[in-house]
């Protein structure tokens, strides 16, 4: 057992320096606190560096007023908030939601990019932006542009190759704004998060007029 020694000054002239034991157990506070602040630490980091690239995104885009900067600050808008919580395969339905906030209506493509990868289509999934028909498609991501609509193929499920799953809202610096799973709120991601995917973009036309 150790030992501390107390040099406090008392108020009799005849008290003596204090001997206390130390309890063993301090060591293990001390362990439990350095353990804590590591794995705090990181967290916490990740925090702050996501919240410094959203105000850097919307600074940026505060500086031009197009259609499709207006698209990417109300997507902004919603990073770290929850967009139905609980319900899945709602990736479409916030992009659609977004855009109708910017005033944009944007339809459900006939000529879908990824066709005769699905058999379905509908406001509701992710393909059904990607068709000549709504947009000027892109697949060189150093052409997109704030507010473009982000498709990612083969995201999830047992869809053929090639087929898009996932579409985000493009806002600048190789980001992305999602509603990625049911669980997650809205969040910034990079596109190299999708590196298993091909990424195409659709420029909808509907930011022309």
Known sequence: M??????????????????????????YAFLTLILASCISIKPISMWFDNQLLVQQLRQTNTLNNSVGNRVANKAIAWVGKSYKPHEKERCADFVRFVLRQSNVRVGITSKPWDAGKQYHNGSLMARSFFGSDIGIILTNPKQFQKGDLIGFTNTYGN?????????????????????STMSAPVRVRSLSTFRNSKIIAVRPYAYQK
């Open 2 to 27: 150790r030992l501390l020694i107390d040099f406090s000054i008392g108020t009799n002239k005849n008290d003596a320096v204090q001997i206390k034991p130390i309890s063993p157990n301090w060591k």
């Open 159 to 179: 869809f053929r190759r090639g087929a898009i799953t996932h579409v985000g809202i493009y806002v600048g610096k190789e980001r992305i704004v999602d509603r």
